[in-house]
C-alpha cells in the first residue's frame, strides 16, 4: 500500500468555509497583510445567492405584482391574472444565478495557492488537516455556515420534502403546499407562494410569528398574515405519504389536516460544524456544540479559534451580521482592533413587513417604557391598503431609545432608522422632534416616539 505523503504549510489565518462570512475574513485579514489560506468543501459561493436571501426575494417580487395586479383600484381593470408557474420558477433561477455567479467570481479571483479544497479537521490548538495537507495556523476563523433539518413525524418520500436548498428547483407551481415553520423565512415563502396562486398551510409549534417577540406586534403580524395563508400556530406537525400527495395532520392548540402536493421545512438551521472537532482547539463549546464567543473579537475563549456567519448558531443569523462578523474575525485574527457593539436588526420581508431592532421585548430593563403607533392612523398607510400595522417602540427609564418592533408597510426601512437612533445614543425626545415628512410610513416612528415621551401631537 503507498504512503500517502502529507503536505505541511503555515499560515497567519486560516478562514474555513468561502461564503460571506468566509470572504469577509478573508479580505479584512489580507488588508491587515496577513498570510491567509482559505478552505472550502464545495464550489464557492454563499447560501444567501444560491438558497437563501437572493431566489427567496425574487419570488417575493414575482408575488408580488401578481398581489397589486390582482387589487388594481376603482376604475383600473387589469384583467384576469394569469401566472406561468415553470416560467417564473426559471425566471427566478436565471436572476439568482446571475448573482450566484458574481460572488463565484469573487471567490475564484483568490489566487489558486491560498485556496484548499476539502474537509477541514482540527487537530490541535492550531493546526487543521485538509485532505493530505496539514496547516499550521496562528488563528483559524470558523465560517462554515449552517444547514436545514428535517424534523422527525413526516413519513414520506424525499421528494415530497423541500428544504431552503432544494424548493428553488421545483420546475412547476404546486397546486397546494403546507410549510412548517412560522420564522421569517418559513414566512416569506409562505407568502410568495400564496400570491403566486399556490393554497399555503403553515404551521408552527411556538406561537410567536416571523421573529416577533412584543405580543402586540405577533397579534397584528398573525392578523395580517392570515388573509394571505392558512395559519396555525401552536401546533404540531405530522404527514403520511397519501397517493402520491402528503397527508399533513396537526394537533395542539387545535386539529386539522390538509392535503397537499409538497412540504417546505423551515423549522431551524443549525451551525455546520460536524467533523471539525473544536475541541481539539480548546475552543469552549455551548450545550449543542457550538462555540461560544466575544461579540467583538469573535475569538472563542482563549482558543485560536474565531467565529463568524451562520457557525454561530442562533446569534443574529442575519447577512448583515454574517459580513460584519467575517469582517471582526479577519481584522482580530490578523492581529487588529476589536470592534464596537451595534444594535441588533432583524427583518422579515413579509408584507407589512416584520422588524425586531435593539432591545428585544423579553429584556426590556427595569424602568422601560413603550411607545405605541397603530398604523391605521397613518395616511400613506391607509392610501397604499396597509394599514393593519403597528409600531411599538422601547425606551429605558433615562429616555433613550433602545429598541422597537414594528409590523408595518416599510417596516425595514423604520427599522434601519431606529437602529441609527439606537447607536448613536438618541433620546425618544430627541427621535421625535425630527423632520418627519408628510404623508410618510416615517411618521408611524413619530407617533410612538411622541407616546413613548408623552408628548401630545
Known amino acids: ?185 418559513g414566512l416569506e415563502l409562505a407568502q410568495a407562494f400564496a400570491r403566486l396562486g399556490v393554497a399555503v398551510t403553515v404551521l408552527d409549534e411556538g406561537r410567536s410569528i416571523g421573529g416577533l417577540k412584543d405580543p402586540a406586534s405577533t397579534d397584528r403580524a398573525r392578523a395580517a398574515l392570515a388573509r394571505e395563508v392558512d395559519l396555525h400556530l401552536g401546533v404540531q406537525a405530522t404527514a403520511r405519504s397519501n397517493n402520491g400527495r402528503a397527508l399533513v395532520s396537526w394537533q395542539g392548540d387545535e386539529k386539522g389536516e390538509t392535503e397537499v402536493d409538497l412540504i417546505l421545512v423551515a423549522v431551524g438551521r443549525p451551525p455546520t460544524l460536524e467533523g471539525l472537532d473544536l475541541t481539539a482547539a480548546g475552543a469552549p463549546l455551548d450545550d449543542h456544540g457550538t462555540p461560544t464567543f466575544d461579540e467583538t473579537t469573535r475569538r472563542s475563549g482563549d482558543s485560536a479559534i474565531f467565529v463568524a456567519g451562520d457557525a454561530a448558531g442562533s446569534w443574529r443569523p442575519v447577512l448583515h451580521e454574517a459580513a460584519r462578523g467575517g469582517t471582526i474575525a479577519g481584522t482580530v485574527a490578523a492581529g487588529g482592533p476589536p470592534s464596537r457593539p451595534i444594535p441588533s436588526l432583524a427583518i422579515a420581508f413579509t408584507e407589512p413587513n416584520l422588524v425586531e431592532v435593539g432591545t428585544g421585548f423579553a429584556d426590556l430593563p427595569p424602568g422601560a417604557r413603550i411607545g405605541h403607533a397603530d398604523m391605521k392612523d397613518n395616511g400613506r398607510a391607509s392610501i397604499d391598503g396597509e394599514p393593519g400595522g403597528i409600531v411599538r417602540l422601547y425606551g429605558d427609564a433615562d429616555g433613550q431609545l433602545i429598541g422597537a418592533s414594528i409590523v408595518a408597510l416599510g417596516g425595514e426601512h423604520l427599522g434601519h432608522l431606529v437602529a441609527l437612533g439606537i447607536d448613536r445614543g438618541i433620546s425618544v425626545a430627541d427621535f421625535a422632534d425630527q423632520p418627519w415628512y408628510h404623508p410618510t410610513v416615517e411618521e408611524g416612528l413619530q407617533q410612538a416616539a411622541r407616546d413613548l415621551a408623552g408628548i401630545e401631537a
Not at 140 to 162: E, N, R, Y
Open 1 to 185: 500500500m503507498t504512503e500517502i505523503k502529507m503536505e505541511r504549510r503555515r499560515c497567519d489565518v486560516l478562514v474555513i468555509g468561502a461564503g460571506t462570512a468566509g470572504m469577509k475574513a478573508y479580505k479584512a485579514a489580507r488588508r491587515r497583510g496577513a498570510d491567509v489560506l482559505m478552505v472550502e468543501k464545495g464550489p464557492g459561493g454563499s447560501t444567501c445567492t444560491r438558497v437563501g436571501c437572493m431566489p427567496s426575494k425574487l419570488l417575493i417580487a414575482a408575488g408580488r405584482r401578481a398581489y397589486e395586479a390582482r387589487r388594481a383600484l376603482p376604475g383600473i381593470d387589469n384583467g384576469p391574472v394569469a401566472i406561468d408557474g415553470p416560467a417564473v420558477l426559471a425566471w427566478m433561477r436565471r436572476e439568482r444565478d446571475r448573482f450566484v455567479q458574481s460572488v463565484l467570481d469573487e471567490y475564484h479571483a483568490i489566487p489558486a495557492e491560498r485556496r484548499l479544497h476539502g474537509e477541514a479537521r482540527v487537530t490541535g490548538p492550531t493546526t487543521v488537516v485538509v485532505g493530505n495537507t496539514t496547516v499550521e495556523a496562528t488563528a483559524i476563523v470558523v465560517a462554515t455556515g449552517a444547514h436545514p433539518t428535517v424534523p422527525d413525524g413526516l413519513d414520506l418520500p424525499a421528494s415530497l420534502i423541500h428544504t431552503h436548498e432544494t424548493i428553488f428547483e421545483i420546475e412547476t407551481l404546486p397546486a397546494a403546499m403546507a410549510v412548517l415553520g412560522a420564522g421569517p423565512l
